[in-house]
């Protein structure tokens, strides 16, 4: 700013400076659209997921014969990772035929490979994923899926610590009271649901439910935050390309898996399509689903926002379990989803957010990148400044408009 004048970031353009009131109010409007288009990619995320989620331990229920897996259950998740694979090339493809004359390709090998090491971190909760991926099939071998479901919830507060740690996320108190809640809600639903005198493994009961509890929550945790971090610290490259990167390392871990099955059981072991069924084959369309949809979350919305939103498809799950496989919906059962979705209202209440924090998780990324750079800093509060000045000659063009979603 010089002579009460500013210059725009884009054609250099000589602009009148506009007061603090209009500029105040111009970031408003912005913040307001912004936030528009946030609650409605996150009311689809959420409704797409619930139905995803509600389904996953159903189909893996319907999928056991006689109360045991046909199945290599490392045979499913290496055919769920290709056909994410797929999808990922397809929407590359997509792309790229869409891009403008000018621009950079998105399938040009230089391109690829410079992603590549970006992205290479992405490795970290692919392996997290297959490790979690298998977990999934031994906790519906001793426990119902609506217990399955509820055990999953307990993720969030792993979660909230890990974000705190690894991303710097900051939690108002209400927000972690609201966590406290969560997890009073969960237990509600344990007390006297577990037979007594059962075992799992040849452990007792309780030895057992918390040895599995803990591996199951704590590595899909450490794997949701370490995936929202990777794709979130490289927000500029395409979520395709990620995605390709990041599914294309968990099909080489799987494989790697069932390699080492065949080594150790034997080469008849080593059929991947052995014991499927119409059931498994939607088990994978589901997993698969689930997966991509969960990529949107963690790169656009919040990791927070995504367990939440699988604590509203306990209630599916739930019924769904009740209906189908004769499981008993209990008054612990009905009270905990209460607390559960009272915890989720208060989580998400605006009185309970941190002030002066972005509750965009991409907005936290280029927050530490407008750290790093002053001129950002100074092109930042020039653009909003030549925005709010009603007398502003420049326009946006049309290539400078561009979507909350790569296309």
């Known amino acids: 700013m010089k002579n009460g004048m500013v210059e725009c970031s884009v054609c250099r353009s000589k602009l009148v400076s506009p007061t603090t009131k209009t500029v105040s109010r111009a970031y408003d409007r912005h913040r307001s659209k912004i936030s528009k ?12 997921d619930c139905m995803l989620v509600g389904l996953q331990p159903i189909l893996v229920f319907m999928s056991k014969v006689d109360g045991k897996f046909k199945f290599s259950p490392v045979s499913v998740n290496f055919l769920t990772e290709v056909a994410k694979v797929v999808f990922a090339l397809v929407m590359l493809l997509i792309q790229a035929r869409r891009q403008k004359v000018g621009e950079k390709p998105i399938l040009s090998v230089s391109t690829f490979v410079q992603a590549a090491r970006n992205n290479v971190l992405l490795a970290v909760p692919a392996l997290l994923y297959a490790v979690n991926n298998y977990l999934k099939f031994i906790m519906q071998l001793y426990f119902n899926p609506a217990t399955v479901k509820m055990l999953s919830n307990l993720k969030v507060l792993v979660i909230a610590v890990l974000l705190k740690i690894v991303m710097k996320r900051r939690l108002s108190i209400i927000q972690w009271e609201a966590l406290a809640l969560l997890l009073i809600g969960i237990s509600v639903n344990q007390l006297q649901s577990l037979p ?81 069924s119409k059931a498994t084959m939607l088990l994978i369309f589901n997993n698969a689903a689930q997966g991509i949809l969960s990529s949107f979350f963690f790169k656009y919305a919040d990791t927070i926002l995504k367990k939440y939103s699988s604590t509203v498809a306990t209630i599916f799950t739930g019924i769904a379990s009740a209906a189908l496989f004769g499981h008993t919906l209990t008054i612990n059962f009905m009270l905990g989803i209460s607390i559960v979705f009272i915890s989720m209202h208060q989580f998400f209440s605006p009185l309970a957010k941190v002030k002066d924090e972005p509750q965009n998780g991409a907005m936290d990324i280029m927050e530490m990148d407008v750290q790093k750079s002053h001129r950002a800093n100074d092109s930042s509060f020039i653009d909003m400044a030549a925005g709010a000045n009603d007398d502003a000659s420049h326009r946006v063009g049309l290539d400078e408009r561009k979507p909350l979603l790569p296309i």
């Open 37 to 48: 288009k946030s609650r409605a990619l996150n009311v689809l995320l959420v409704v797409g």
């Open 196 to 276: 007594a005198g059962a075992s799992a493994l040849g452990l007792p009961i309780a030895t057992g439910a918390y040895l599995y509890t803990l591996i199951f929550v704590t590595v899909p945790s450490m794997a949701s935050v370490f995936n929202e971090y990777a794709l979130k610290s490289q927000f500029e490259t395409s979520i395709y390309l990620q995605n390709l990167f990041l599914y294309g390392y968990g099909a080489i871990f799987n494989f790697i898996a069932i390699l080492g099955i065949a080594i150790f059981k034997g080469p008849g072991s080593f059929n991947i399509l052995e014991g499927h």
